[in-house]
């Protein structure tokens, strides 16, 4: 059996949402397929028309360890709450969840989230299950910073 890990998003323009998602876990572009240089190349090749060129997405962790995060194009928006969401470390955070110097890490983490596209929708401070910042990615998909 296979165990790889690909987690699927669907989207109004995979390109957009995936370069937003590269930016937030630290991945890059999936590499053209052997035998084309660039993605440009791969479409042309595959006689692709170009208003299909944003029907799909993917980014891979450089380092080869994260699952493939794959966008596909859908015609409609998002409805509703999400029945699955991302939490997302803050890169270099310390281990302490909860500390004063966390919730500092983690709001200036969201900034530059914000930066890139993301909103906050509202920060939670909860005794037993300690302190997260609950985002929205560009299309509306809700995350969390934790």
Not at 9 to 32: C, I, N
Not at 82 to 109: F, I, Y
Not at 117 to 129: T, W
């Amino acid at each position: 059996m296979d165990r790889r890990l690909q987690i699927v998003m669907d989207a109004a323009s995979p390109r957009a949402l995936g370069t937003f998602w590269a930016s937030v876990l630290g991945y890059v572009e999936d590499p053209p397929p052997p035998g084309y240089d660039t993605w440009e190349e791969a479409l042309i090749g595959w006689g692709l028309p170009r208003d299909r060129w944003d029907d799909a997405y993917a980014i891979v962790d450089p380092e080869g360890v994260g699952p493939r995060v794959f966008f596909q194009k859908v015609p409609e928006p998002r409805a509703g709450k999400n029945r699955l969401h991302l939490d997302v470390g803050v890169p270099g955070g310390p281990d302490a969840p909860g500390t004063e110097k966390d919730k500092d890490g983690m709001r200036a983490h969201a900034a530059r989230l914000v930066d890139v596209g993301a909103r906050v929708v509202r920060e939670y401070d909860d005794p037993a299950q300690g302190f997260w910042i609950t985002m929205e990615d560009p299309e509306g998909n809700v995350f969390d910073v934790v």
